[in-house]
């Protein structure tokens, strides 16, 4: 099972699971509440950058930069077809640049975050529901596959991407469909056997 985890030694890959976790998703609600004009927006940008720029003092800002770019795919997606069908461009930009900055965010956890210590967390966090018959690691492999679902799916996009260059092909969505939906399902294929290799029922 893959992980995007980068290991340092910066205030965020101390900070402990449970609180991070929470930083987090109060983060990614501010945006969705308060993120609604581009001012807000660019504030919140500035903001993700010293958050990366912090994690990783040598290349936050390209690191980044590099995960925005990652992303075009999808912003494209989003875009275009509002735009097509006569929406205001602002409007439009800043909300693809608001999805943009939440998933930046959460990738950010992911690579400050080792998987183990946030299964660990959430198995200690959801303990008391065992009486109820729920199972913590069954949650906290959830919660952990779900946190890292999407940036790793954002990984594979890219390997795709640049496999497609590397042949001399142009990338396209229609290229990258077939490859990105294997790559996906083998992802969930190594979740499912890390599931299994711990005794959790699937």
């Not at 402990?16 to 945006?31: D, E, G, T």
């Not at 735009?83 to 992911?110: D, K, Q």
Request: aromatic share 6%.
């Amino acid at each position: 099972m893959r992980a995007l985890f980068r290991p340092g030694a910066s205030p965020l890959h101390r900070l402990a699971v449970a609180p991070k976790l929470l930083i987090l998703i109060a983060l990614v609600a501010l945006l969705s509440v308060f993120g609604t004009n581009p001012t807000a927006v660019l504030a919140a940008l500035a903001a993700t950058t010293a958050f990366y720029k912090i994690a990783f003092p040598a290349d936050g800002v390209s690191t980044l930069a590099k995960q925005i770019w990652s992303l075009k795919w999808l912003i494209l997606i989003i875009v275009i077809p509002q735009v097509i069908f006569g929406a205001a461009w602002l409007p439009v930009a800043t909300n693809a640049l608001r999805l943009a900055i939440a998933i930046a965010l959460a990738t950010l956890f992911t690579l400050t975050t080792a998987s183990e210590a946030m299964q660990v967390a959430i198995e200690r966090a959801v303990g008391p529901l065992k009486r109820f018959g729920i199972k913590p690691e069954t949650v906290s492999l959830t919660i952990a596959m779900t946190i890292n679902a999407i940036p790793m799916i954002l990984q594979f996009a890219k390997q795709t991407r640049e496999a497609q260059l590397a042949r001399g092909a142009k990338p396209s969505i229609t290229l990258m469909t077939v490859p990105l939906l294997v790559a996906s399902l083998k992802y969930a294929d190594d979740f499912a056997e890390a599931l299994a290799a711990r005794g959790v029922e699937v």
